[in-house]
């Protein structure tokens, strides 16, 4: 299964002043796998430590936080030389030893010529709880679900994905049936490796599926382990009310629909928490679509699962209703469309993007990222303003900067003009091709966004 983190770790390791890399990501995202196939493929030897199936390595072998030191007891625990350069040493469910967590700044410091890759499921709670965590003394990389990009790749259709990236509209559109066809498939199925390798191989749903309910129970059992007993029934209905808030028109998350009477200060931990342990995304909400979107946030925000073919699974969806026709798109509301559509922006983008909308919350903007001024192909150059509308896309707005022969301030009201009496836009819905990259879904704020108001469609 190829994994497009996988060039992350090779610019890593050819790196002149590398230090240890913290891999990063939600349980059951393939962390371990890639490790280890990054050190059968690219060194002569591997040293792996699972601090979660023996409890006494930990005690055995970083009493201390002296990296060479560590390197001396661990070749005689496992009577095998660790070469600089030649071993890689993968610290895995490094949150269950915060000895070793915290001997990754002696390594940068004293020890930078040894490959050392950690991770952990739960990494994300160590990092709040431990104070001794190495600042500034890790590189990080982020690993998620699979992206459609990397389904294609691994459900054998490499030829499409090829297409995909070559932005081809044309011959895109000549297969809109193939690709109409795996996008189905990726909302039910998702991102995540054993899902994906069980159709891969079988095609068979129901054994995805029940792959799917281990993985939500494995997340269940986590909630038991190493939540506060105070937080583990909040935490477990903030998960449940996931599928109905996105299922609304309007998917902010709503406190109320947790449970009548819901304040935010009775789940706010609960839903950090989530955060936390990479389980859920939060996407916040910005009052004015201006950069730095986060000087405009405020205290509303939308919560989506950490997988599409999860968010299918717990929502109850019947294959069938997928499967059959073109309800991919307007079932559920649209909020596969939506999930889908952030997801491929978290893998490919550093930030969580934002969304927009207005004060009456009769206009949106279904997500929106800082620094898309860049010309050429990083550019973005569609803006929809709804993803979840069942309706034909009539209307799709570029932005300024990608338009070259378009003044800048075409959409800017004249200075002369009355401002307009704002109005509720139409509807409307996702392109006609929801496979292409997600980045062509978003733009940098254009010149009307500092207008409460809506676009007037043009």
Known sequence: MERDAYRQLLTWKQQPSRKPLLLTGARQ???????????????????????NEDDRLERLLFPDRNARAVIKRLEIYREQPIEPSATLLILDEIQDAPSALASLKSFAETAPEYHVIAAGSLLGLALHRDSS?????????????????????????????????????????????????????????????EAVAEFASSGDYSSVQSIQDEIVRAYDLDVSKHAAPELVPRIRRVLTSIPQ?????????????????????????????????????????????????????????????VDIGLLARTSGLVPATILDGSRVFTEFKGALAEQYVLQEFVATQADVPHYWSNDRNTADIDFLIDGLGKPSRQCAKLLPSSLTCPKTLSTLMCSPSCRPNTPKNRHAPSKRARPRRPRTPKRLAAPALPFARASRYVTSAPSWASHTSAPRNS
């Open 245 to 305: 808030q996105l299922a609304r028109e309007k998917s902010r998350f709503l406190y109320s629909h947790i449970e009548p009477g819901a304040r935010s200060r009775s789940y706010e931990q609960a839903i950090q928490w989530l955060i936390d342990a990479g389980i859920v995304t939060k996407v916040p909400r910005v009052t004015t679509p201006r950069v730095p979107l986060k000087a405009y946030e405020d205290d509303a925000f939308k919560l989506f699962f």
């Open 133 to 193: 965590f190495p600042v500034g003394k890790v590189s990080f990389v982020d690993l998620g679900p699979l992206t459609f990009s990397e389904f294609l790749r691994a459900t054998g259709r490499a030829r499409l994905d090829e297409l995909l990236a070559s932005d081809d509209m044309q011959a895109i559109a000549e297969m809109a049936d193939l690709f109409v066809a795996a996008l189905k498939s990726y909302h039910l199925v998702g991102g995540m490796p």
């Open 29 to 51: 995202v393939g962390k371990t796998w890639l490790m280890e196939e990054f050190g059968r493929r690219e060194y002569a030897s591997v040293v792996k430590l699972s601090f």
